[in-house]
């Protein structure tokens, strides 16, 4: 392989928009290129020899996005000879050869379904100086089979499927994703396992519909059960999970998340909108009521859990009374957290040519009530709290003030955000330990807790984050991941509406 400078390796940056699941697929990507001879770049370093974007398409910004940092690119590419840029994910999915069309400095296109092929793709456009655009229409090979260098000493994503059966008129992730393929659940706690195994606490099973799960080998009580048995996995303290839909969110799932102790009462259930109508002309084949009952038994069976959510407005033909029906929804179940969304055309998908598109001032205008509307219960929920002492996943990059305000900040059990005094154990407690505290102030989108700990347990996960080291899974189902030194990583930026 051709090196940068002679005895030197090839480094590498990945660069990642959208969503959880784009999040981990960029683990992939890094840990492949690791696999072939890359290092990782300092984040800092300006002139890596490749470039990799890792892109989103559900934001009607995603393209000029993508097509900006490209254009800042050209110069430092033009000024560094050797170096490659390459984009994969969703968008690359979508506009396939019109990416080296607008941007022809770009070397490398690749897709979801072809992971796998970035590497090879590389070399190839390195020795043939032109660039490889290689988009496969289905999955080369299932991506958890594909070596992973994890970001986080203490939690991980499993993914448990890719693609989505659904046909949502706002979506275009199953155009781009293809359809629902499940692991088989020993493949998925094998992942699961090896990741406890190296001192991960907390692991997040992700699917494009993870309730679905099952479906290809004909067995609709397979997330349960999946859920079930990640409790007998030693090691393993908190489980989550995202994103179900509505329309198959059974009982036994509500039962194993209400049994199993290490699987957090915290539930991510995506609303979109709270008028039927809407619902309707969106392909989604509940109603408000049906997800209100839900929301309703799953309070019934652990009245501690948080719920949040996904909402979209401006959705075509959203009347005046369709969004205010949003905002009775929105006071009936009492989210902890939303993520709201300005509806955002997408070419190609059936909400794109509907009538009655908004006008782009009607929309801003409801957002920022509906804005106002979640942001007055998330507080009020969390008001709910003070007083109450939480036990805390101590996290990397979630308190952005917390070097000027002597903090440090992880996430509660129920997944909110908690930003937490030291006291006298300033410089002892690392990222990925336990601290139990008393929560002392709630905002409509964290908690602080100002008293010193009352107790702080170092795990294993916190040693690895204090030597720099993060857990690699190697590309095979089975077998312990091995250790590798990290550097330090962009955080993700954006979220996925599409569920």
């Given at each position: 392989?051709t ?5 030197s ?8 928009y959208?969503?959880q699941m784009n ?7 890094s ?7 890359y290092v990782r770049a300092a984040e800092?370093?300006?002139q890596p020899?490749v470039?990799v974007?890792?892109?989103c398409a ?5 393209d000029n ?10 110069p430092v590419?033009a ?8 984009v ?7 506009d396939r ?5 607008k941007?022809?400095w ?10 796998g092929?970035?590497p090879?793709?590389?070399d190839r456009a390195r020795?043939?100086?032109a660039?490889?655009?290689?988009i496969?229409e289905?999955?080369?090979v ?7 260098r994890?970001?986080s ?6 993914s ?5 059966n659904?046909?949502?008129t706002f979506c ?5 994703r293809?359809?629902?393929?499940d692991?088989r659940p020993?493949?998925v706690?094998a992942e699961?396992?090896?990741l406890a195994?190296a001192g991960v606490?907390e692991?997040?099973?992700?699917g ?5 799960y ?6 609709r009580y397979?997330?349960?059960k999946l ?14 999970f995202?994103?179900?839909h509505p329309k198959?969110f059974t009982d036994?799932?509500i039962a ?6 290490n699987v957090?009462?915290?539930l991510?259930?995506?609303l979109q909108?709270?008028s039927?109508d809407?619902?309707r ?7 408000s009521?049906?997800?209100?009952g ?10 501690d859990?948080a719920?949040t959510?996904d ?8 009347t005046?009374?369709d969004f205010?029906?949003t ?11 939303a ?5 955002s055309?997408?070419?190609?998908t ?5 009538e ?6 009607v929309?801003q205008?409801?957002?920022?009530r509906l804005i106002?509307?979640?942001e007055e219960i ?16 101590v996290a990397v990059?979630?308190g952005r003030k917390?070097?000027?305000t002597?903090r ?11 930003h937490?005094?030291?006291g006298e154990?300033?410089g002892?407690i ?8 008393t ?6 989108h ?5 008293g010193?700990p009352l107790a702080?347990?170092r795990?294993?996960a ?7 080291q993060?857990p690699?899974?190697p590309?095979v ?8 030194a990290p550097a330090?990583?962009?955080a993700p930026v954006?979220?996925c509406?599409?569920h």
């Amino acid at each position: 392989m051709t090196t940068a400078a002679a005895g030197s390796p090839r480094t590498y940056q990945v660069r990642t928009y959208g969503c959880q699941m784009n999040v981990h697929d960029s683990e992939r990507i890094s840990g492949l290129l690791e696999d072939a001879g890359y290092v990782r770049a300092a984040e800092a370093d300006e002139q890596p020899d490749v470039v990799v974007f890792n892109t989103c398409a559900v934001r009607e910004n995603a393209d000029n996005r993508l097509y900006g940092n490209l254009g800042h690119l050209r110069p430092v590419k033009a000024k560094h000879p050797g170096m490659q840029i390459a984009v994969g994910g969703c968008l690359a999915q979508k506009d396939r050869g019109d990416i080296v069309r607008k941007a022809p400095w770009v070397d490398v296109v690749f897709g979801t379904h072809n992971i796998g092929s970035l590497p090879a793709l590389l070399d190839r456009a390195r020795h043939n100086t032109a660039a490889e655009v290689e988009i496969l229409e289905s999955l080369e090979v299932f991506p958890s089979t594909l070596p992973t260098r994890r970001e986080s000493t203490y939690a991980g994503w499993v993914s448990i499927s890719v693609g989505c059966n659904n046909t949502c008129t706002f979506c275009i992730v199953p155009s781009l994703r293809g359809k629902e393929k499940d692991r088989r659940p020993g493949d998925v706690l094998a992942e699961v396992r090896a990741l406890a195994d190296a001192g991960v606490l907390e692991v997040t099973l992700l699917g494009q519909n993870v309730n679905s799960y099952g479906v290809e080998f004909g067995d609709r009580y397979a997330f349960g059960k999946l859920l079930r048995a990640c409790g007998d996995i030693d090691g393993l303290e908190r489980v989550r999970f995202t994103s179900p839909h509505p329309k198959d969110f059974t009982d036994d799932v509500i039962a194993a998340m209400a049994e199993t102790p290490n699987v957090c009462h915290s539930l991510h259930m995506p609303l979109q909108s709270g008028s039927d109508d809407v619902l309707r002309a969106m392909r989604r084949s509940y109603r408000s009521e049906r997800y209100l009952g839900i929301i309703e038994k799953v309070r019934a069976a652990m009245p501690d859990a948080a719920i949040t959510t996904d909402i979209i407005v401006g959705f075509p033909g959203e009347t005046e009374a369709d969004f205010v029906r949003t905002l009775d929804v929105v006071r009936e179940a009492r989210f902890s957290s939303a993520f709201t969304f300005q509806y955002s055309k997408r070419p190609g998908t059936p909400a794109a040519t509907m009538e009655g598109q908004l006008p782009k001032q009607v929309v801003q205008e409801r957002y920022e009530r509906l804005i106002a509307c979640v942001e007055e219960i998330t507080w009020a929920e969390n008001k709910k709290l003070v007083g109450e002492t939480v036990e805390v996943l101590v996290a990397v990059g979630e308190g952005r003030k917390d070097e000027r305000t002597g903090r440090m900040s992880g996430r509660a059990r129920d997944g909110r955000l908690v930003h937490f005094a030291t006291g006298e154990l300033a410089g002892q407690i690392r990222p990925g330990d336990i601290v139990h505290t008393t929560v002392t102030y709630a905002a409509p989108h964290h908690l602080n807790a100002d008293g010193a700990p009352l107790a702080h347990r170092r795990t294993r996960a916190g040693d690895a984050a204090e030597a720099g080291q993060v857990p690699r899974t190697p590309g095979v189902l089975l077998g312990l991941p091995t250790i590798g030194a990290p550097a330090a990583a962009p955080a993700p930026v954006g979220g996925c509406a599409a569920h």
